[in-house]
């Protein structure tokens, strides 16, 4: 069974600061997506940026981009410029059917 | 147009009662997805259905049980409710149910199920 692993249940950054949340998987599969999703305290869960495997090349999205370690089964976001708005839980997630992680609160200091 | 419904947003229910959520997808969506969510965890996938037809299925027991209607809209329903089913509930539509380079799975808010 897949497995995602997120280790920092809390990160702090301060604000126009970056700050790298962490994400490792546990995956038998070859091709697979990999996904950031950030839940504000809305509720309502935003995809934030996704990988496919089968891409060596790290996916970004404006302040939001990936390191993608795929023999290392590692998925990083990094937020670059943090704003007061990117304050959430942010979860990574594995695969078609989302397997989550337990998530990472990120608070951002003005 | 209008995003991922759930309804309702809240309820309290008692131990042993039934509940129904309800979820309609975003229009054209042909798949919905099903997850709860414990406070201070992950959501963890509980079904999908495509095109009426269950797809997937979590490591749940048989008291979750769910069904999609002709117009996608999807119910999930849990019997004999424990303080453990304590959770947000969230309701996921896509196009399809391969989360491919150009589908993505849209979140609802979720209902909020309190059992006492």
Redesign the interface.
Known sequence: AQT?T?SQPEMSVQEAETVTLSCTYDTSESDY?L?WYKQPP??????VI?Q?AYKQQNATENRFSVNFQKAAKSFSLKISDSQLGDAAMY?C?Y?????????TILRVKS | DAGVTQSPTHLIKTRGQQVTLRCSPISGHKSV?W?QQVL??????IF?YYEKEER?R?NFPDRFSARQFPNYSSELNVNALLLGDSA?Y?C?SSLI?????NT??F????TRLTVV
């Open positions: 995602v997120q997506y996904f809305s509720r309502q869960m935003i995809l996704r496919e979860f997630a695969g078609n059917k989302l397997v989550f992680g337990a998530g | 997805s997850y201070g965890q992950g959501p963890q996938f999908q997937g979590g947000l969230l996921a149910p391969e989360i491919a380079l993505e799975a979140f609802g808010q979720g």
